[in-house]
């Protein structure tokens, strides 16, 4: 492979060449223009520090607000909050907050895609919802490209003969414009959203302040949830995916991975006009893989299409170590030789030797239905603290395994990655769980292409695809090349499975004699059970009250410090609501603990 040339120094701003007039949408997907982009607050590039934080802590105040009356009986039509009823609210609230935060800009939308791996610290209607954040961002104006491109590459933007002034793809980040340059080649040139990395320093120290209140003011920040970590953690995240010329590493890391594979086709990067905000990489159009019509008028076989997608990703998992962490249908394309080609490396997944052995160790336990060693290797993989309450999760743990094996060898022997994805969802939310990133991008990614392979093909079984792998796994122990890690006891582990699985039935009577029996009894008192619900409504009650008092007071006396004042004195009158409402539940709470 040629090496690749270094980013050349900026020098002068010579203008680019004459474009070519748009000849429409000549690339995988389209642009879904669903307001203008100036009509964006934060595009307009003259939001500052407290604009901001006035911005991001209204919607914050109203989700709090939001959250306390879902919690109160007399907000449903019904008068009483039943499960059903608090479900469908919370739908309600998580499309609420995907909104908000595509209105809110680029910031929030990488923020709640960033969230949307956290199962652990919200319900499964947010995470659904914030997993639909695609990016779907108005394309900015050409002047502003042309300016950005010249800042950038200096005389090197004379080296473009032509360049298409309407985008081909625009997300949250950039916008992709298709080019050529003088050597005849064409290229996709990537360009980042003009007062990106402004935005985000503003954003992120806002963002910083609300993780530090939390952590040290609220009850929240001590129940064992390190907050600002989960702040550094999404700040490196997004930080990284801000620079292009990581990502241009990341493409060019993928790609190697798929060299000598001529049904995975990777783009090119152009070293020479790749910066930090600017990315150009070779121009390769494609079908876009759901478009079914184009597809068949293609002669491409959708079957085939959906098999290469499973495959290629088990691949980046379990052979690469490195895998496309958004892998929806606006980044894969089919070209016309039935080939995968991938879009898009800036949200990327890394899986570490011995985080990849500590999967392999789950999956061990998944085969042989054994709770205790999946919940074994959640505590070295670092999603569970080893020191919590970790009998309800085991027994949790192996509700879920026994379900798999049942629908493993009932009629239709299927199990969904959908079913698996949303039952740890179920399962880590308000448990000790804490997932890694990369485990949560691994189970999403999957669940996603076994949707992509449904669609394609009725009949797709992701786990048909699944057992070459694991046979390949096998057969390395078996012929002892990996004798000396974990990924070679796999297969010998592996084969224990069949001897389990003839043990199935048996187990399973067992867990049922010993339900019928009493041995698993749940011991409630209604007296205390009551005294102490009441105790915890009045908690959160308080808790509530108080995080609106500190906003209103806080963001109050940062106007104030600013010289507005008439906005200073609403927001303070506005403070002395919740104050009166927290003084009376602590006046409550008082006279409660007095009757007792």
Avoid at 279 to 299: F, H, Q, R, S
Avoid at 400 to 422: K, P, T, V, W
Avoid at 511 to 534: C, F, P, W, Y
Wanted: include cysteine.
């Amino acid at each position: 492979m040629k090496s690749a040339d270094p980013p050349l120094p900026s020098g002068a701003n010579p203008p680019l060449p004459k474009v070519n007039q748009p000849t429409g949408n000549t690339q995988n997907h389209s642009i879904e223009t669903v307001q203008p982009y100036d009509s964006y607050r934060w595009a307009q590039g003259s939001y500052n520090h407290w604009g901001r934080l006035v911005e991001i802590g209204r919607i914050g105040l109203q989700l709090l607000i939001y959250l306390w009356t879902d919690q109160q009986d007399w907000s449903y039509p019904s008068g009483q909050a039943t499960p059903e009823a608090q479900a469908k609210r919370r739908r309600k609230r998580a499309i609420w907050i995907r909104e908000s935060l595509l209105h809110l800009g680029p910031t929030l939308i990488k923020v709640g895609q960033f969230f949307s791996t956290r199962a652990d610290l919200f319900p499964t209607e947010f995470i659904e919802e914030l997993s639909k954040l695609q990016d779907q961002v108005p394309a900015f104006g050409y002047a502003q490209v042309t300016q950005i491109i010249e800042q950038e590459l200096g005389d090197s933007a004379a080296k473009f003969t032509s360049f298409n002034p309407v985008p081909i793809a625009s997300a949250s980040l950039g916008q992709v414009h298709h080019a050529q340059l003088q050597s005849g080649e064409e290229v996709a040139v990537k360009v980042q959203r003009p007062g990106l990395q402004q935005l985000f320093s503003i954003d992120l120290g806002i963002l910083r302040g609300f993780a530090e209140f939390v952590q040290y003011r609220t009850p929240w920040g001590k129940d064992g949830r390190d907050w600002l970590g989960i702040y550094e953690e999404c700040h490196q995240n997004l930080w990284g995916e801000l620079d292009y010329l990581n990502e241009g590493r990341n493409a060019n890391l993928f790609r190697r991975n798929f060299q000598g594979q001529t049904d995975v086709i990777v783009p090119r990067v152009h070293w020479r006009y790749t910066t930090t905000r600017l990315l150009t990489m070779e121009y390769i159009p494609g079908i876009k893989v759901n478009d079914v019509e184009a597809l068949a008028a293609a002669g491409i076989d959708r079957i085939e299409i959906a098999q290469l997608g499973a495959r290629s990703y088990l691949s980046q998992i379990l052979h690469h170590g490195f895998f496309h962490a958004d892998p929806h249908p606006g980044n894969i394309a089919v070209n016309p030789d039935g080939a995968l080609i991938f879009y898009d490396f800036g949200m990327m997944g890394q899986l570490p030797i011995e985080t990849k052995d500590r999967l392999l160790l789950n999956f061990r336990g998944i085969l042989q239905n054994d709770a205790n060693l999946v919940v074994q290797a959640m505590v070295e993989l670092g999603a569970l603290a080893p020191d919590s309450d970790l009998g309800p999760v085991r027994r949790s743990v192996q509700y879920m395994l026994d379900s798999y094996f049942d629908r493993a060898f009932s009629e239709h022997g299927e199990i969904s990655m959908a079913a698996i994805n949303d039952d740890l969802y179920e399962l880590t939310y308000e448990q000790p769980f804490r997932f890694p990133a990369a485990f949560t991008f691994v189970l999403r990614s999957l669940s996603a292409l076994e949707a992509l392979g449904k669609f394609l093909d009725p009949n797709f079984n992701f786990m048909d695809v699944a057992t070459p792998f694991a046979e390949e796994i096998m057969a390395q122990d078996a012929s002892g090349s990996a004798s000396n890690n974990f990924v070679g006891q796999f297969g010998r582990q592996a084969a224990e499975f069949t001897n389990t699985s003839l043990q199935l039935p048996q187990r399973v009577e067992v867990s049922l004699n010993h339900l019928e029996q009493g041995d698993i009894k749940m011991r409630v008192s209604s007296v205390e059970a009551n005294r102490e619900l009441r105790k915890l409504n009045t908690s959160s009650l308080g808790v509530i009250y108080s995080l609106l008092f500190s906003i209103l007071f806080i963001c109050a006396t940062q106007l104030l410090i600013a010289n507005l004042t008439v906005f200073a004195t609403a927001l303070a009158a506005c403070a002395v609501v919740p104050l009166t409402l927290l003084l009376r539940v602590l006046w409550l709470k008082q006279d409660r603990a007095g009757v007792s």
